[in-house]
């Protein structure tokens, strides 16, 4: 047996032998259409470490305007890079220039969604197509204050909640400004409110936070749905978490006024008007019972003590083109309960001012097509029938949005016309009631 188990592989050894001999040529341009189709298809498409090929988006570097910006990995000639590569990105402003922010663009639900870096320094990772670039504005828009940014103050859902201080040179003890933006309460952060938030504090009159809440909806990446609930009790935390940090950056926590533009014009009137329906009894849980609980609430509070406290401190407000009735809300939140709406609306809580003063600015665009002038004037009205004081301010001449801040150039044109002599009335509205001796 052993024998026939040699003689087998002997012939085998033989076999080969001969195929070699006769068919060296054969194998090798095989053995090279092997390797050379191999190495065509990893130039094809780059390999992921299980073998699959790697999806590549589109990239453009957009050239800033007063600075520079340099790359690394340099973005290749075809402008396209595969996915999970991390670009660095490194801006320098030019001389009398500084750095505003660096930003990478993506499509969004009002056209170009600007995501924001505060440091010259940021990376990107390249999850789907983007472009980025950096803005640089004059070197003296940024002084006499400094900026504390992305201070928590909750996270209730996926999305921490955040804002940013601008805290005059040496402030002591000054009144509080508190800025909310907008977006349809459905996009952007505290960063498009930063050209306002200069304007306000650069006469060292004030200390201003800009304060970030969560989405309406799924947007923000949580199983349940916010509701506008959930988004004025985010308001309410924050100023909640404000009044405990005051001190820290040079504020006044029992001096507050509240603003903000577009959604955030709602906000701030409901923050204002509403700031006494602060409770844990829940909103809409119990029949007739619509209550808000902040998302933070101080170690050591209850939340009657927030409450006292904020309705103490909230003085005065300016919503900017905001929405104040249930007709526009439903808009955006769809087919509601008459009481729900009701308790979201802010003309359905003014206060008499013998219970309490709560003077606002309002102010809007001529040609605004989002917030009509009937809809504004109706809740002027409202306040002056209430005994309030309300100064309402049409702008001539300019659109909605007038008071955001994006690395654009027409949006910080638009912002120089109109948004910084605006801020300036805002400023004086507020002076009447925190600085009455001028």
């Known amino acids: 047996m052993l024998f026939k188990k040699n003689q087998f592989k002997n012939h085998i050894i033989n076999f080969i032998n001969h195929l070699w001999k006769n068919y060296s040529v054969f194998f090798a341009l095989l ?50 890079v595969p996915a999970g590569t991390v670009l660095t990105v490194t801006a320098t402003p030019d001389p009398g220039y500084a750095f505003d922010s660096g930003f990478y663009v993506v499509p969004g639900r009002w056209g170009r969604m600007y995501h924001e870096s505060p440091t010259p320094r940021f990376q990107v990772v390249i999850d789907q197509d983007k472009a980025f670039s950096a803005s640089f504005i004059e070197e003296e828009a940024l002084e006499g204050f400094s900026v504390t940014h992305n201070v928590v103050f909750a996270k209730p859902g996926v999305k921490e909640l955040k804002y940013d201080v ?25 960063d498009i409110m930063r050209g306002l938030a200069r304007e306000l504090v650069r006469t060292g009159d004030y200390v201003v936070f800009s304060i970030d809440y969560r989405w309406l ?59 006494t329906m602060i409770g844990d009894g829940g909103f809409g849980e119990a029949p007739g019972v619509y209550q808000y609980m902040p998302s933070y609430v101080p170690t050591g509070k209850s939340v009657d003590q927030v409450r006292n406290d904020l309705t103490t401190a909230i003085k005065v407000a300016a919503p900017s083109y905001g929405v104040f009735a249930a007709d526009m809300l439903g808009d955006i939140m769809g087919e509601q309960p008459e009481e729900v709406m009701d308790a979201v609306s802010p003309i359905k809580h003014i206060p008499s001012v013998n219970e309490r003063a709560i003077p606002q600015l309002l102010l809007r665009g001529t040609n605004d097509f989002l917030i009509q002038h009937e809809g504004v004037q109706a809740y002027a009205d409202a306040l002056t029938a209430a005994g309030q004081r309300v100064s309402y301010i049409q702008v001539e001449g300019v659109g909605h949005a007038f008071f ?27 002076d009447t009631v925190f600085y009455p001796e001028r």
């Open 166 to 190: 601008y805290s005059p040179d040496g402030a002591d003890n000054l009144p509080c400004v508190v800025i909310i933006h907008g977006g349809g309460w459905t996009t952007n952060d505290e």
């Open 31 to 80: 053995l090279m259409v092997i390797i050379v189709a191999g190495l065509s298809q990893q130039c094809a498409a780059p390999a992921s470490s299980t073998g699959e090929s790697v999806e590549s988006f589109s990239v453009v570097l957009e050239e800033p305007e007063n600075g520079s910006i340099v790359v690394r990995p340099a973005i290749p000639d075809t402008a396209s």
């Open 217 to 275: 909806g799924d947007l923000d990446g949580d199983e349940v749905p916010n509701t506008m609930a959930d988004l004025i009790e985010d308001v309410y935390g924050a100023v909640a978490h404000i009044q405990e940090h005051a001190r820290e950056y040079g504020g006044d926590p029992m001096r507050i006024a509240l603003t903000g533009d577009s959604a955030g014009g709602h906000l701030s009137a409901a923050g204002i008007n509403m700031v």
């Open 404 to 430: 955001d801040w994006k690395p654009d150039a027409r949006t910080k044109a638009t912002f120089a016309e109109y948004g910084v002599p605006y801020a300036a009335e805002m400023k004086a509205f507020f």
